[in-house]
C-alpha cells in the first residue's frame, strides 16, 4: 500500500516541452503515465489543475478575563480545471497506461506567489478514483503575471519616471523596464537638484506582502464585556529586501545631479491583488543621516512573470 494506505502507483507526468511557466488564459499540455502495481478496480482515472492560496491571519480572543492573541493559516482554492482520462474499469497490475492531457489556465488565475505570510501554489495533480484513499501525484508549475493584467491605472502610474518631492525639492526617479521582470535585470536613475553623499547613499527593492482579515474588534469587545467569549480576525503584512545595491555617479543632465543603479529582480516576485491580500513594491532610496532618521526617496514599482 502507498502513503496512506492508498494502492502503489508508479506515476509519471511530463510536461510538453518542459515548460514550468504558463499565462493566464494559455494551456497546460502533459502526458501522464501510471502503472499500478497490482490490479485497481477504478472508478475512473483524473487529472486536474489545481490553485491554492494560503494566507496568514491573525486572530484575537476575547473573555471576560481579558484577551489573547495568535496567529493561523487559511487556505481556499483560487482555481480548478477537472479532466476525465479514463471511465470506469479495471486496471491490470504492472501494465502501464497513459496518454496525453490539455488543461486550460483560467484567464483570470492569480499568479504563483512566495512570502512569509502570503503564497499562492499552482499544481497538475493526477489520481486514481477508487472509492476510498485514491492514488494521487502532484507536480508544482508556476503561473504568470503578464503586464496585460495590470490595473491601467496603476500601469501608468509606475511607469519608467515617477516625479516626486523631496526635502521641498522636485526629485525623479527612473526604473526600467516598466514593469519590471522578474528574474530579470533592472536599472535606474535618481535626478535630484542638490548632490548627494554618494557614501551614505544605497537604493533598495522591496516587497510587501500583506493579507486581510476579518471580524471586528468593537463587536468581540461588546460580546467580551457582555460574559461571551468571541474572536476577531485581522491581516498581517511582511516586507522583504528584493535587492540591495550602491548608487554611481552619472554626471550632470542640465541642471539635474544624476545617480544610477543597477540590479537583478529574484526570481518568482510579482506584484498583484489576491483574494485574501496583495503584493506591492517599492523603489526606495536610502540616505543615512547621523543622529537623525535615515531619509528615503521611495517610488511604486510594478513587477511581472510572463
Do not use: C
Request: no cysteine; charged share 15%; hydrophobic share 40%.
Amino acid at each position: 500500500m502507498g502513503i496512506l494506505g492508498a494502492p502503489d502507483v508508479d506515476w509519471g507526468i511530463a510536461v510538453d516541452g518542459g515548460q514550468a511557466l504558463f499565462v493566464p488564459g494559455g494551456t497546460v499540455r502533459a502526458t501522464i503515465s501510471l502503472r499500478p502495481r497490482q490490479n485497481l478496480d477504478a472508478r475512473r482515472v483524473m487529472a486536474a489543475l489545481v490553485g491554492t492560496e494560503e494566507y496568514q491571519y491573525s486572530e484575537r480572543e476575547y473573555d471576560d478575563e481579558g484577551s489573547s492573541s495568535s496567529t493561523s493559516w487559511g487556505s481556499s482554492e483560487v482555481g480548478r480545471q477537472e479532466v476525465q482520462l479514463m471511465g470506469p474499469g479495471t486496471i491490470i497490475g504492472g501494465v502501464p497506461i497513459g496518454g496525453p492531457v490539455e488543461l486550460a489556465v483560467p484567464p483570470a488565475a492569480s499568479p504563483s506567489f512566495e512570502s512569509k505570510v502570503l503564497r499562492v501554489r499552482w499544481e497538475l495533480v493526477a489520481w486514481v478514483d477508487v472509492g476510498g484513499r485514491d492514488p494521487k501525484l502532484e507536480q508544482p508549475i508556476a503561473v504568470a503575471l503578464t503586464a496585460a493584467q495590470l490595473d491601467a491605472s496603476d500601469a501608468a502610474s509606475m511607469g519608467p519616471q515617477v516625479q516626486l518631492v523631496s526635502g521641498g525639492q522636485p526629485v525623479s526617479l527612473w526604473a526600467q523596464p516598466a514593469p519590471l521582470r522578474s528574474g530579470a535585470p533592472f536599472s535606474g536613475a535618481l535626478d535630484v537638484m542638490t548632490a548627494l553623499p554618494l557614501a551614505d547613499a544605497h537604493a533598495e527593492l522591496r516587497l510587501n506582502a500583506a493579507t486581510s482579515g476579518s471580524g471586528g474588534l468593537p463587536v468581540a469587545t461588546l460580546l467580551a464585556i457582555g460574559g461571551i467569549s468571541s474572536t476577531s480576525r485581522g491581516g498581517v503584512s511582511d516586507s522583504q529586501v528584493l535587492w540591495r545595491g550602491g548608487l554611481t555617479d552619472g554626471g550632470m543632465v542640465g541642471e539635474w545631479h544624476r545617480y544610477l543603479f543597477a540590479g537583478q529582480v529574484p526570481p518568482g516576485a510579482v506584484t498583484a491583488v489576491f483574494p485574501h491580500g496583495s503584493a506591492t513594491a517599492t523603489l526606495d532610496i536610502v540616505i543615512s543621516r547621523r543622529l537623525r532618521p535615515d531619509a528615503h526617496i521611495t517610488r511604486p514599482v510594478a513587477i511581472v512573470s510572463g
